[in-house]
C-alpha cells in the first residue's frame, strides 16, 4: 500500500517546539500535505476552528491545558468545531489508568513516545480504514471504545442488539 | 449521518471524509515513509545536540532547586523538563536518556504528596542521565549501563507501589 496523504491536513499539538518539528519532519515523510501547529489545548482548540485539520496529533502533558483538556473540549463543548475528529494522542506511559483515562476522554488512538514513522503511519491507516462509531450516552461522547468483539468483555451489556456494532 | 438508537446508548456513524481524501495509491509505501524520515531526522539531529545540551543545563539548575527547596512547583518544573527531553531523545538516538527520563517521570506523576517525595532517588536519575548525555552513551549501553537503567526503574516501581 502506499497511502497518498498529500491532501491531508494534520495539526500538531505539543509545548515543546522542538517536538512538534520532529513530528512534523515525521509526517512530512509519510507525505502528509499540509501540517499546523498548536502549544497548548487552548490554542489547538482555537487551531481547529480556524484550520479545520482532519486529524489532530496532540502531547499529553502539555501547559497550560493539556491534551485530555483538549479532547474533552473537542467532544463536549457545544462550540466544538469538529466534534468526529480523530485526535491521536502521544504518550510516555502505557500504564492501565492512564489509558483509560485516555479513552474515557475520546481519544481515537494512542501512539508511544519515542514517536516512530511506521506506527504513526499505521494510526494514520487504521484511522481511516477502519473508522469507529461514535458512542452517545449519559455519561460519555467519543469513539467506540470497545475495538473488538473479542468476548473479554465482562462488564454488563448496555446495548441492545449488541450484534449490530460489535463487529 | 447514520444514527442508531440501543436503549440509552445512540450510535453515531460520521461519512468517513478522510477515506475519500486518501486515496491508497499514489503515495509513499511505508519503507519509503520510514527511509525519508531516516534522513529529516538527522538533518534535526544537529539542533538536537543543541537542544539538549541547554536542556543538560536546565537540568542542573531544576535539580538544584528540587534539593533546596522539593516544592509542587519546584517538582512540576522538572517534571516537564524531564518530560519534554525522554520524549525526544530516543528519536535521536539516546534510548537510555528515554528509559531513565520515563521512570523520573512516572515516580513524579505518582508521588503527589510533596512531603514523600524522595530527593536522593530524584537526583540518582538526573545524575544518571547527565552521565548518560556526557558520556554519549547511545543505543542500549554497555552491561553496567543497563543495570543502573533497571536499579532505578526498580526502586521508582518500590516506591511508587507503597503510596497505591
Redesign the interface.
Known amino acids: ?8 491536513r494534520v495539526l500538531i499539538v505539543d509545548d ?1 517546539r ?2 512538534r ?2 513530528v512534523e ?2 509526517l ?4 502528509i500535505g499540509t501540517v499546523y501547529h498548536a502549544q497548548n489545548a487552548e490554542e489547538g482548540f482555537a487551531m481547529t476552528r480556524d484550520r479545520q485539520p ?2 489532530i496529533i496532540s ?1 499529553w ?1 502539555m ?1 497550560p491545558g493539556d491534551g485530555i483538556t483538549l479532547v474533552k473540549w473537542l467532544r463536549l463543548d457545544e462550540n466544538s468545531p469538529d466534534r ?1 475528529i ?1 485526535v491521536i494522542m ?1 504518550t ?2 502505557s ?1 492501565r489508568k492512564r489509558v483509560v483515562e485516555a479513552r474515557d476522554s475520546g481519544v481515537t488512538e494512542f501512539l508511544a ?3 516512530s ?2 506506527s504513526m ?2 494510526r494514520l491507516m487504521s ?3 477502519q ?1 469507529r ?6 455519561t460519555y461522547f467519543g469513539p ?1 471504545r470497545r475495538r473488538r468483539a473479542d468476548g473479554k468483555y465482562k462488564g454488563r451489556e ?5 450484534e ?2 460489535l463487529v | 449521518m447514520a444514527e ?1 438508537n ?9 461519512p ?4 475519500e ?10 519503507q ?3 527511509a ?6 538527522q ?2 539531529s544537529k ?2 545536540d543543541r ?1 539538549l545540551a541547554d536542556d543538560m543545563v536546565a537540568l542542573e539548575n531544576y535539580m538544584a532547586a528540587v534539593k533546596k527547596a522539593p516544592t509542587t512547583a519546584n517538582l512540576k518544573t522538572l517534571f ?1 523538563l524531564v ?2 527531553i ?6 535521536f538516538g539516546f ?1 537510555l536518556i ?1 528509559e531513565v527520563g ?1 521512570s523520573l ?2 515516580y513524579l ?1 505518582e508521588t503527589e504528596d510533596e512531603s514523600e517525595v524522595n530527593v536522593a532517588l530524584i537526583e540518582q536519575h538526573v545524575n544518571a542521565l547527565r552521565v548518560i548525555y556526557r558520556e554519549k552513551i547511545e543505543g542500549q549501553g554497555d552491561r553496567l549501563s543497563r543495570e543502573v537503567v533497571d536499579a532505578l526503574m526498580k526502586a521508582v516501581e518500590t516506591q511508587t507501589s507503597r503510596h497505591q
Open positions: 500500500m502506499a497511502y497518498d496523504f498529500s491532501n491531508l515543546n522542538f517536538m518539528e520532529t519532519a515525521i512530512e515523510s509519510i507525505g482532519d486529524v502531547d502533558d501547559e468526529y480523530p502521544l510516555g506511559f500504564e513516545k519515542p514517536v514513522t511506521k503511519y499505521a484511522i481511516i480504514d473508522p462509531p461514535f458512542i452517545r450516552t449519559d467506540d448496555r446495548r441492545q442488539n449488541k449490530v456494532f | 442508531e440501543h436503549g440509552n446508548v445512540k450510535i453515531e456513524r460520521p468517513n471524509r478522510l477515506a481524501k486518501v486515496p491508497k495509491t499514489g503515495g509513499k509505501t511505508v519509503q515513509a520510514v525519508d524520515a531516516d534522513r529529516a531526522i538533518r534535526l539542533d538536537y537542544h516537564r518530560h519534554n525522554r520524549g525526544q531523545a530516543a528519536t534510548p528515554t520515563r517521570c512516572l506523576l
